[in-house]
């Protein structure tokens, strides 16, 4: 890729992501659609030869396909969304970006993702002091993911209550496949690794689709000390159409992977990692006037 | 400097933002207090040999003293506050730090700095639509020095007033010099750039003392588009100890100073050109593992 040239963005799997991040591309000005690949299509994805690839695959299938990718030598971002396996995931996907010269970005949504960004920033201005994300009220994508992925379940909604202090409840609306039992579907539900941390509500519904909404909404605030001195508040507030905001967040991201790609920084990064300025479309000096 | 060697931070000018500098550097596990240099003791400053200068002279004298700083091979922060002249000064500066092979951050403070980082990712998640960035109520160090500065001003404390949708109001509180005017001296105020541009009330009292507080406030808010979705809502409330977060966000962007030196990435930044993992102390793995 030459300077000004736009960057030739190919997208891998094609849900409620892949369908936010189409449509986030077609208002850049300097990218361009390379292709639109679902699933079972990561040959011809690898023929196509995009500057990078976003990944709109479950969370679950991110990590194998991401490496897949690096090995081909193509650039990628994802919004991986398991917490708990990030730093692993991590640490493996940066020595095969490393081994293949090529830049990912790892969970690269708003949680993880700016977020996490958020909370970094929050953590240097306070450092000692406690930190809390209320998520909500709001259909999880990765739960509601989690949810249709269990046996019997024909549909599902997976919606995020916050309860304050980090703690929250999640009502999960499901159809059932014909012959499985409800009670059955809901100890599936409620053992699994999504659902068995948190207050867990499991309710039959006869059609999924007349409940569904996209919006969600995070709170995070933190209350501590800045040098010496207590009581120091910061508070964040979002209320947003949730793929909307995810699909324009891997488009940002997959901005600032091409500037790292070029400035030779490969390997794979969280979005704690990035300069915000590399986020933003245009001549970094136009941004420092602008936003500084 | 060697890896896990402290980094040894010498503080220029010793105001109030001096003294929230040198309280958090005694709170941290990686920094070691070099000396403490007033106004005057620019010689005495390079003899000592710190790996990074932090600045606590009045916005005015930065430029300059950063130069001189540079100059000497020294590594530098600061919390310019003059918005509109951070374009040029930083243009300025970074040639000088890559001739000097330094690494110089401008503008970290709050605002500009940290919001500045918020105002970038805000404008990332949602590029279309409008940013409101209101200030208060409280005391701004950047006013009150320039109404101490104005001829006459014996005392002078600035307080900044939110109207909403960026719109302030500034009531600059002063006690007069004797044998100066009211009048003559509200005029040069009302005419100074750093008053001329907003609703500006001038009083005059018998202590300014007796008013003094530094807590101070903002509230920055966007609303608009995150590809081809509107209605985004993004909003952050602070509620701080104006000093005591400066010196805390200098003492964390020396941190990330050392890191870009260690990195060869010479140059002066403003804070949107950082990223946020590399202000926090201690092992990158660890907050990945924390933030993410």
Redesign the interface.
């Known amino acids: 890729m030459q300077k000004n040239e736009k960057i030739k963005v190919a997208i891998f799997g094609y849900g409620n992501i892949g369908k936010?991040v189409e449509?986030?591309v077609?208002?850049t000005n300097d990218m361009t659609l390379a292709g639109i690949f679902h699933h079972d299509e990561m040959g011809r994805l690898q023929a196509c030869q995009p500057d990078i690839v976003l990944l709109g695959v479950p969370s679950r299938e991110v990590p194998k396909a991401v490496e897949q990718l690096l090995k081909a030598g193509l650039n990628t971002v994802d919004s991986f969304d398991i917490?708990t396996q990030?730093?692993t995931v991590?640490?493996h996907l940066d020595e095969v970006a490393r081994q293949n010269k090529a830049v990912s970005i790892l969970?690269a949504g708003?949680d993880?993702g700016?977020d996490?960004?958020?909370?970094?920033?929050m953590?240097?201005?306070?450092?000692?002091g406690v930190t809390f994300t209320d998520f909500g009220p709001g259909r999880s994508m990765g739960h509601t993911v989690a949810a249709k992925n269990i046996e019997g379940v024909k549909d599902a909604l997976s919606m995020t209550i916050p309860l304050g202090t980090g703690i929250h409840r999640r009502m999960v609306y499901i159809e059932l496949e014909e012959g499985y039992s409800y009670e059955k579907v809901r100890d599936a539900i409620l053992h699994d690794d999504y659902f068995a941390h948190d207050e867990t509500h499991v309710i039959e519904v006869d059609n999924v689709k007349d409940l569904n909404n996209v919006a969600h909404g995070v709170h995070l605030s933190r209350n501590g000390v800045?040098?010496?001195?207590h009581?120091?508040?910061?508070?964040?507030?979002?209320?947003?159409?949730n793929p909307?905001?995810t699909?324009?967040?891997m488009?940002?991201t997959a901005r600032a992977a091409m500037r790292m790609a070029q400035r030779g920084q490969n390997g794979c990064y969280?979005?704690?990692?990035?300069?915000?300025?590399d986020?933003?479309?245009g001549e970094?000096?136009e941004?420092?006037?602008r936003?500084?």
Not at 116 to 121: G, I, K, N, Y
Not at 123 to 128: E, I, K, M, R, Y
Not at 226 to 229: A, I, K, L, N, Y
């Open positions: 936010a449509e986030a077609s208002v917490h990030i730093p991590h640490k969970s708003w993880p700016s996490s960004m958020v909370r970094a920033l953590q240097a201005l306070v450092p000692q800045s040098g010496t001195t009581n120091q508040r910061i508070e964040l507030t979002m209320s947003i159409n909307a905001l699909g324009q967040i488009v940002a969280t979005m704690i990692e990035l300069a915000p300025i986020l933003l479309e970094k000096e941004w420092i006037k936003l500084v």
